[in-house]
Antibody
Framework: EVQLVQSGAEVKKPGESLKISCHVS????????IGWVRQMPGKGLEWMGI????????TYSPSFQGQVTISADKSISTAYLQWSSLKASDTAIYFC???????????WGQGTMVTVSS | QSALTQPASVSGSPGQSLTISCTGI?????????VSWYQQHPGEAPKLMIY???NRPSGVSYRFSGSKSGSTASLTISGLQAEDEADYFC??????????FGGGTRLTVL
């Protein structure tokens, strides 16, 4: 069974760093793009960026370029999303998803809730 | 890049058909066939309903169909059922080789 399992909820203070994960099983992790999507409380979906684990080729949305870093570790079939200095406005649910048919996201992780508050 | 434009809400009675629009521009919806639609129930992850504008993934009900004309894509749900009540988001590939979502549409079954 194809699964994307994300790390658990985080509560952080402004200025702290954070790295959340998305562990993949059930398919060859390296050869499918993995994307990250933000959903702020009560709001819509925002495409953040995408990575090809085989060579770590990465594309970011202009809105998130320089604000986050997307990475992947093929040896443990895991993708990551990280911040070096969190802001209160980073409070949101973050989803990882596999890009497959029609370049659409066909399988999604369960989401990671990130709360940034002083 | 701006989000694609969707109506904030739509509603319909059980058994009816309704359509949700998704309007972009020539550098996204109008320029590519990579339009997808997602359904999201409260507290859940999104689910892929339509890809490449018109195709249904395996397991998605035939009641869901997609189309596109110019820079506007549409999702049509026929034979509306209570379980269809959810948020719906469109997405499109863009000229910048990124993707963009629509603002989302809340579907209410009356």
């Amino acid at each position: 069974e194809v699964q994307l399992v994300q790390s658990g909820a985080e509560v952080k203070k402004p200025g702290e760093s954070l790295k959340i994960s998305c562990h993949v099983s059930g398919y060859n992790f390296a050869i499918y793009w993995i994307g990250w999507v933000r959903q702020m409380p009560g709001k819509g979906l925002e495409w953040m960026g995408i990575i090809y684990p085989a060579d770590s080729d990465t594309t970011y949305s202009p809105s998130f370029q320089g604000q986050v870093t997307i990475s992947a570790d093929k040896s443990i079939s895991t993708a990551y999303l990280q911040w070096s200095s969190l802001k209160a406005s980073d409070t949101a649910i973050y989803f990882c998803a596999r890009q497959n048919i029609g370049n659409a996201f066909d399988i999604w992780g369960q989401g990671t809730m990130v709360t940034v508050s002083s | 890049q701006s989000a694609l434009t969707q109506p904030a809400s739509v509603s319909g009675s059980p058994g009816q058909s309704l359509t949700i629009s998704c309007t972009g521009i020539s550098s996204d919806v109008g320029g590519y066939n990579y339009v997808s639609w997602y359904q999201q129930h409260p507290g859940e992850a999104p689910k892929l309903m339509i890809y490449d504008g018109t195709n249904r993934p395996s397991g998605v009900s035939y009641r869901f169909s997609g189309s596109k004309s110019g820079s506007t894509a549409s999702l049509t749900i026929s034979g509306l059922q209570a379980e269809d009540e959810a948020d719906y988001f469109c997405s499109s590939h863009t000229r910048s080789n990124t993707w963009v979502f629509g603002g989302g549409t809340r579907l209410t079954v009356l």
